[in-house]
């Protein structure tokens, strides 16, 4: 269904605490508020600046694919992304939520659709797609998302 085991496994869940960083691993976190505030000097619409308070945390794993977690101002991950050449583990990942995901695949193959594991509602959404050697995804919890946080900023 979409994940791979590999050697360095990473243990961060949507809706809990961050990851502990695995052996070989390196990390790197920024305040998303940057993110934020040069996505909103681009969009010339804009009626009002409010820049959501996360921070993101990026793990790079020794197998070279990066894992970001978006931690709330609390510190709770209300998103996740993902992209290398290995398939992080989407259970691990996803954490109670991983049973949604796997249920919305299994709903659309048994429909007859094929490619990226895409599956939305109102508790989680996840993409998640690619090919050997160049996988990548995003998940997130609707309801968790700060004031003012898009979506597109989950890469």
């Not at 790079?60 to 996740?80: C, I, K």
């Not at 919305?104 to 599956?119: C, D, F, I, L, N």
């Amino acid at each position: 269904m979409g994940m791979l085991a590999g050697s360095q496994t990473a243990s961060a869940a949507l809706g809990a605490a961050p990851m502990t960083t695995p052996s070989g691993a390196s990390v790197n976190t920024i305040s998303g508020a940057a993110s934020s505030v040069a996505r909103q000097a681009a969009q010339s619409n804009a009626s009002s600046s409010t820049s959501a308070a996360y921070t993101v945390r990026e793990t790079t794993l020794a197998n070279g694919t990066a894992v970001r977690e978006y931690l709330s101002s609390a510190g709770t991950v209300f998103a996740v992304a993902w992209s290398g050449p290995q398939m992080p583990d989407l259970a691990t990942l996803l954490g109670s939520y991983f049973p949604q995901y796997v249920a919305g695949v299994q709903a659309s193959r048994a429909k007859g659709v094929r490619g990226p594991g895409a599956v939305e509602n109102s508790a989680v959404v996840v993409h998640s797609g690619g090919h050997m050697g160049a996988f990548s995804g995003q998940a997130w919890l609707p309801s968790a998302l700060p004031s003012g946080f898009s979506t597109s900023d989950i890469q």
